[in-house]
């Protein structure tokens, strides 16, 4: 066997029990399954091309990770995702924890798969891809650093405001909104 | 509240980031205390939720079959393949004895020819080749700003027949650089601008002349950045784009 084929032989490996998780990170960044498929194509592509480029010993689902986030940065969905959605100064103070907590209680109860999707999906693409990174891909802070290009602080504040910032979102709607929903209702019903 | 330095760090711990003697510090803490428990367990129950909510979308088989294909060795070559492919390297390494002297220097070098090959003719089949879309070099060059780590300047146009189609952001061995498109007589091309110190030390000549490519290409250092300009258009053209960009950094 040639060392080519060595060497694919180990990128096989490495990278493919990886397929999964990258298209799924990849389908929640792009919001399209064409936009994913072509995303986990071209980071699987660049990584084959660069394999030879990658330090032995080092984070290689960090470093296929950050790959795959350049990428879609660079890409037109990623650029529009990033100039759209200003982020906020990343030294915020540590979070202080809500005393009611309404919003993770009613999740917990309802248990709706599909409200907390929707407010993931909402969520600006800076703390999407940190939560998804620590919740669903279980990366530690270093990991997430090192895949993010960041300060393990700027991953620790990141990573409160996205928690916070899907709490915001889970919370019910305040009954002033739903008074004038139910307003506005009878109006066109008198319409 | 007595429990707020305790619950400013709640997620981290949740997390499993706080340092062991912290942890055990913080387990007695949370044991003991009502309101840090019940706001840890509706936590934990948060995050289980996200992570099983977060594992939402799954690739198509026939999606999986062709990375799998494109990354694995093909062994189930047929003899005359393995033959065929024999002799071709026999070929190689014949040819490789009177080219020795060269390829170690030009194989890292070719490696990044071929990339800037590949970004070129990905960007112009791509159906939105240009991020900024603007003629005007004072609305492209700002657009980079707080996108890419460096700074260069554009060349005035108005007296030569080349005109500017606008750029993109884009990525070389895992720099980013700028990625402009020229128009010159119905032909594209691409000018990509990298910062010298991130590429591969292979690209330490001021000025090469790349060879055996699809295409014709100039590159030159300038200012601690380093310029490609690549594209169907004849050598001369290319040269002449390459000079008004060199007059303007």
Redesign the interface.
Known sequence: ?SG??LQ??S??EL??PL??QL??LA??LTHN?EE??DL??ET??KA???FS?FKSGTNFRAWMY??LR??F??S?TG?KATMTVPLDAENDG????VEQ?TP??L??ER?N?EL??SA?DELPVYFREV??L???E?M??QEISETLSVPIGTV?SR??RA?KA??DRLRPQPQVGTITNAMEKGANHGL | MVCDSWQGMLDTYLDGEIPDEEMRTYDAHVRNCPSCSVDALTRVQMKRAIQLAGKRFTPTAEFRKRIQQSVVPNRQRSFRLGWMLATAAVLILVVGTFTSSHMGNRSGRDQVFSEITDLHVATLASSSPVDVISTDRHTVKPWFQGKIPFSFNLPELQNSEFSLLGGRMTYLDQTPGAHLIYDVRKHHISVLVFQERSLPASLDENSLSPKNLPFNMETWTEGGLRYFVIGDASAADINSLAKLLRAAS
């Open positions: 066997m080519a084929d694919l032989d990128f096989e990278a493919m397929f999964n298209y799924n389908h929640w399954r994913a498929e986990v194509q699987y592509a084959l091309k660069g480029s950050r790959i350049n990428t940065l660079s037109r650029l540590p979070e202080i924890a907590d993770d209680t999740l917990c248990r798969r907390l999707q993931i939560l998804l620590c919740e669903v279980e530690s802070y620790m990573l409160s928690r899907l709490r």
